[in-house]
């Protein structure tokens, strides 16, 4: 396990928000970085989860964290880092690969993405599988 916890996590969202809005981009800079500082794909996982509940429950939107969603960001990325290991930022991989800035593209992988279950923890999708 790496030595990556809550301060590295909120450290790198400030980071990726530029201390403005967090947009989906911006979540995306976010995961991006995560995966460059952690040991592998579950290690980020965990730090974004830790990092996007925390600061939801301190915004005073605790709904607004899911886990499943969070999940499947970081483990998008890190395939297509793995299958394009020549794309260096999440810009350049956005220009590669257009679906990667849609917000609502794990709503193709699952139909259940309002249960509890999947908000609170990791749910396999139920449409599509993912990579």
């Known amino acids: 396990m790496s030595n990556?916890?809550?301060?590295d996590g909120l450290r790198l969202l400030h980071e990726a928000s530029g201390g403005?809005?967090?947009?989906?981009?911006?979540?995306?800079r976010?995961?991006?970085?995560?995966?460059?500082e952690a040991d592998d794909q579950e290690d980020a996982?965990?730090?974004?989860c830790l990092t996007i509940r925390h600061a939801a429950e301190m915004g005073g939107t605790p709904a607004k964290y899911h886990a499943t969603v969070t999940i499947f960001w970081i483990r998008l990325l890190q395939h297509l880092r793995d299958t394009h290991p020549?794309?260096?930022s999440v810009s350049d991989m956005l220009e590669r690969h257009p679906p990667l800035g849609d917000s609502t593209l794990p709503e193709r992988h699952?139909?259940?993405l309002d249960?509890?279950?999947a908000r609170a923890h990791w749910v396999e999708p139920d449409l599509i599988p993912i990579p």
């Open 45 to 48: 996982s965990r730090v974004a």
């Open 4 to 7: 990556l916890d809550l301060a």
């Open 30 to 36: 976010f995961a991006w970085s995560l995966l460059d």
């Open 115 to 117: 249960d509890d279950e």
């Open 20 to 28: 403005e809005y967090l947009g989906h981009q911006a979540h995306l």
């Open 110 to 112: 699952w139909s259940n």
């Open 86 to 88: 020549d794309v260096s």
